[in-house]
């Protein structure tokens, strides 16, 4: 479920968008029901604000930048350490920066999993419901994608403290480290592409002018960079290739750039109203 729609008396229709209803953000009118699905153009207004602290959406674009800076300037003083502060060409400080952006990250997918969780498009049109703290919704895609990324920034919370464990095998790395690494990559690409197909009300769209949209297609082109990562990080017994490394954290570089834009989108997404 992507939407719902409401035949009002006067013949049009009132259209609920489940990413849109859970950002808290009202339903809009359209004369036929055929266009509920085709995506709004963005308000250009909705880039004016940057402030809105007592929205949850607001946390959680502020959680997930905070996380991406993280992974981003972790991932740029791995890539070019010589380029690097002092204080960042020590692998140790490295694990640390990226296992706290890990935590910032798992911060934002809770408080997500929480919106989504509440702000089911099911009851959209139905009035207001009770705040809930667990629940299932497997009939609305936005939720499933929030789970399936929750899941994955879990498993980065594994692997970005296993990173850190010093005198591991090859072997130990591979399943400490690599494993979860990768696990939780294919989560943020299933989920990355369900919200993807959540704004397109199907399996693919090109909407250039709807803010959620460009925000599902950016978060699905990290996702897509952090899968590159993962595969170029796998350990075998021979030594590593410094190409190898090379790759696996400009990759991360890449996806944490684009999962940084993205969260800022969050933020005018929560005025893009009329």
Request: proline share 5%; charged share 15%.
């Amino acid at each position: 479920m992507t939407h719902r729609i409401h035949r009002l008396p006067s013949g049009r229709h009132r259209v609920a968008h489940s990413r849109r209803h859970r950002k808290g953000l009202p339903p809009h009118e359209v004369a036929t029901a055929g266009k509920a699905t085709v995506a709004r153009p963005t308000r250009r207004g909705a880039f004016l604000h940057i402030w809105a602290p007592r929205r949850l959406g607001w946390w959680i674009a502020v959680l997930f930048a905070v996380g991406s800076l993280h992974f981003l300037v972790g991932a740029l003083a791995a890539t070019w350490p010589d380029a690097a502060p002092a204080a960042l060409r020590n692998p140790g400080t490295q694990g640390w920066v990226f296992f706290v952006g890990s935590i910032f990250f798992t911060s934002a997918a809770w408080l997500q999993w929480l919106e989504a969780l509440n702000g089911d498009v099911a009851t959209a049109l139905d009035g207001p419901r009770r705040w809930q703290w667990l629940g299932w919704r497997p009939r609305n895609l936005g939720y499933l994608a929030c789970a399936v990324q929750l899941a994955g920034t879990i498993l980065f919370n594994f692997n970005t403290a296993d990173a850190m464990i010093a005198g591991l095998s090859w072997r130990e790395q591979d399943v400490l480290i690599w494993t979860p690494n990768m696990l939780g990559s294919i989560c943020f690409l299933v989920a990355s592409y369900l919200a993807y197909a959540e704004v397109s009300h199907g399996a693919g769209s090109l909407a250039p002018r709807s803010l959620s949209w460009w925000i599902a297609v950016i978060n699905l082109a990290g996702s897509v960079a952090f899968q590159l990562s993962a595969l170029d990080s796998f350990v075998g017994p021979a030594p590593t290739s410094a190409e190898m490394l090379f790759w696996s954290t400009l990759w991360t570089a890449v996806g944490a750039l684009c999962f940084l834009v993205g969260a800022y989108l969050l933020i005018p997404e929560l005025f893009d109203t009329e």
